[in-house]
């Protein structure tokens, strides 16, 4: 109900009250940026076992994908630091974040602003924040960009790059904190028939109880090279070597795989953390080797001990693909994961299994996210932060209710 003394206040005061209500309001949004910044500085993400904090916010908040990477995205730019001045550490874009703290910016004018800096050296910022205070983002995008012009106009012309040379040519390496950095140049065919393979991988994924698909381009093309590997791994001809089928070997303690402690190593030499060792036992293509008190093997998984063909089809007749709520992925982008893990005793069964997508079946190994078989179908039980009920969900789009 509307307030009645609302009606007596003449037109100006209204306004002002507006106003007012609306900077407290900016000023609280400023306050959330900080606590978001703070989630994003203790890793909240991996402790709750997210890949990223907006997937967190959007669990937590039910804001659209959009809407929590762009909170997450201001609230690390305003809370960013560069090079010390003094003893202290200075934000990356101070007045801008005085400005919000006041209550005088909004999110959008942030995102203007912080649109507007990128193309501009940090001497002017004041002058892009001034104009933010009295203008609407649209506008302080159109004077960054009038300034950049002004400043820069005599710059000469940048030069056209040059043309790549053809041929297929990639680099693969790996860096010291053991990631993989891949470059590569394809000829038009090649590059061709790769995109061809890359691209209904790499379409965004459908809206879920989770919502829609966070992920940019990039980071969509990079899982679905991802996924692209697994599939490889899955397939039936791929070349021999040394006499086998291509296939990657994790060796680890068996009291370590146990306990979740230590890490495994793979036949390159690499170590590999405890908490990622179960997801990947659970794939085609890794062999996992497990190791008594004297390092002698105790069991070889070879590949057909993981999930058979056969009961992977029966998973596939059950599931229809992966089973997480709300998920549209098909079977082929599915690993089988072990209900009850093979480590803690869980048998290689269709009742002990559930087909999950990578993504979903990182999440079900690394967050709060628990599944169960009941009645012979999978039941998905949330964290507790997320529901302190912990109500079932299921897969309402591949099981009937």
């Not at 085609?284 to 998984?301: R, T």
């Not at 029966?314 to 997480?324: E, I, K, Q, T, Y």
Request: hydrophobic letters at 40%.
């Amino acid at each position: 109900m509307s307030d009645p003394g609302l009606s007596l206040l003449p037109t100006d005061e209204l306004l002002r009250s507006i106003v007012g209500k609306v900077t407290e309001i900016r000023a609280r949004e400023y306050a959330v940026m900080q606590d978001i910044a703070e989630l994003n500085r203790r890793g909240a993400a991996a402790e709750l076992g997210y890949k990223t904090l907006p997937q967190v916010l959007r669990h937590a908040l039910r804001w659209d994908p959009a809407t929590a990477k762009r909170w997450v995205d201001q609230a690390v730019l305003l809370s960013s630091e560069i090079t010390p001045t003094g003893s202290e550490l200075a934000p990356a874009l101070p007045v801008t974040a005085a400005a919000a703290a006041e209550g005088a910016l909004s999110l959008d004018h942030v995102v203007a602003v912080a649109e507007a800096m990128k193309n501009l050296p940090a001497e002017v910022e004041n002058l892009v924040v001034d104009c933010a205070r009295d203008h609407e983002p649209a506008a302080v995008r159109t004077f960054g960009k009038d300034l950049a012009y002004g400043l820069y106009q005599n710059d000469p012309e940048p030069r056209d790059p040059e043309p790549a040379p053809p041929g297929n040519r990639l680099t693969l390496r790996q860096n010291k904190a053991g990631d993989w950095k891949l470059a590569a140049t394809l000829d038009a065919i090649t590059g061709a028939k790769f995109a061809t393979l890359l691209d209904p991988l790499a379409k965004p994924r459908p809206t879920t109880d989770e919502g829609p698909d966070p992920r940019s381009l990039d980071e969509r093309q990079g899982d679905a090279l991802a996924e692209l590997i697994d599939l490889t791994l899955r397939a039936d001809q791929l070349p021999e070597h040394g006499g086998e089928p291509v296939a990657l070997t994790l060796t680890m303690a068996y009291e370590d795989l146990a306990a979740q402690m230590g890490h495994a190593v793979l036949d390159n030499g690499d170590r590999i953390p405890a908490d990622q060792v179960r997801q990947l036992a659970c794939s085609a293509g890794i062999i996992p080797i497990v190791l008594g008190g004297k390092s002698q093997p105790l069991d070889v998984g070879r590949r057909s001990r993981l999930f058979t063909a056969g009961i992977r089809r029966a998973l596939v007749a059950r599931d229809h693909g992966c089973a997480f709520p709300g998920c549209h992925r098909p079977p082929k982008h599915c690993d089988a994961h072990h209900v009850h893990h093979w480590a803690d005793g869980g048998d290689t069964r269709v009742d002990n299994g559930v087909l999950l997508c990578r993504h979903h079946h990182t999440l079900i190994h690394r967050s709060g996210w628990e599944v169960t078989i009941e009645q012979g179908v999978p039941v998905f039980y949330p964290p507790a932060w997320l529901d302190p009920q912990r109500r079932p969900r299921r897969n309402q789009l591949h099981t009937a209710a």
